[in-house]
């Protein structure tokens, strides 16, 4: 049987490290470390996840602001907050949780933060130049798939990954970031024919579609990595798109849903605001 992947155990390391850097910026630097949190509306989804973000936040030490506007905001006012936060010094990170309501234009309103101070890596410019190997943060999702590869010490270079998904949020950039360790990437999508063929060749096979157990032993090559992005509904459990039962025995190692790729990504948050002071404060 492969090896289950704890996405807890690694999160607990990286937030000692997190830990660590903040006591030190406070005592060396005098600076309290802080992000504010905004969210628009009262959708449950975003509220869980705020309030996960701030329980994180306390637990780290790091200050947290949480901003809560009504559904009705208009467009204007909430930009207008958003270009006090970057002026605002005491603030290092601003992240804005998203779906936007619809009256307000998401694309504009969040590329309007302040690029290094863009946690959540929504902006063009850390978008744009992620892609061009300059990053100034990495989005926290991919971010949790290549730091999970690397802490289990699974090497990238030379290595076939076929990536399944193809979003703006997780597949074209987690792509690019595995290309910059040198990976031979594959990335798979709705439309691609025969997917069992491509997928049988990824010593690191990587889902993120979002169908629950879509992806059983027929998709894996024996002994090959596989990560779990996905997270949907089934029978109301989490549940991602590998059928762990079927193939946990095929794989060299694997990742559980839940506890796997999704307990790292709030913590890889608060890790983009420690490389956000490194750099800029
Ligand atoms: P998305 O925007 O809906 O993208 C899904 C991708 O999967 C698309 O590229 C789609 O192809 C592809 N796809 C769908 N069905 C397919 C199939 N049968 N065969 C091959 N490709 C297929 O979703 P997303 O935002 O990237 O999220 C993907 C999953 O990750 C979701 O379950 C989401 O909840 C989860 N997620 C988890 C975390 C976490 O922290 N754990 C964070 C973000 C997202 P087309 O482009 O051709 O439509």
Redesign the pocket.
């Known amino acids: 049987m492969g090896i289950t992947i704890d996405g807890k155990e690694i999160a607990k390391a990286i937030k000692e490290e997190i830990k660590h850097f903040v006591h030190e910026t406070k005592k060396e630097k005098g600076l309290n470390p802080t992000v504010v949190s905004i969210l628009v509306g009262e959708d449950a989804g975003s509220q869980y996840y705020q309030n996960n973000q701030a329980k994180i936040a306390e637990s780290l030490d790091i200050s947290f602001i949480k901003k809560q506007f009504n559904e009705d905001i208009s467009q204007h006012e909430l930009i207008e907050y958003i270009l006090k936060c970057n002026k605002d010094e005491s603030i290092q990170g601003i992240m804005m949780l998203v779906p936007l309501p619809k009256h307000i234009d998401e694309k504009e309103v969040t590329n309007l933060i302040a690029p290094e101070k863009d946690l959540d890596c929504l902006t063009d410019v850390c978008m744009g130049k992620l892609y061009k190997s300059d990053k100034i943060f990495y989005p926290c999702?991919p971010n949790?798939v290549v730091t999970i590869l690397e802490k289990m010490n699974i090497p990238l270079e030379g290595k076939e990954v076929v990536v399944?998904?193809?979003?703006n949020?997780?597949?074209k950039p987690l792509a690019q970031m595995l290309l910059d360790k040198n990976a031979t990437i594959t990335i798979?999508?709705?439309?691609?024919v025969n997917?069992k063929e491509v997928t049988k060749r990824a010593d690191i096979l990587i889902s993120?579609?979002?169908?629950p157990k879509?992806i059983n032993q027929e998709y894996i090559k024996q002994g090959a990595v596989v990560i779990d992005?996905?997270?949907?509904s089934l029978n109301g459990k989490i549940t991602g798109d590998i059928d762990f039962d079927d193939v946990k025995d095929k794989a060299s190692y694997i990742t559980p849903v839940p506890g796997g790729?999704?307990a790292l990504?709030t913590t890889l948050l608060f890790k983009n605001l420690c490389e956000a002071i490194k750099k800029c404060f």
């Open positions: 999702t949790s399944i998904g193809r979003s949020i997780v597949g798979c999508h709705s439309k691609t997917l993120a579609i979002g169908r879509y992005v996905g997270t949907s790729v999704g990504t």
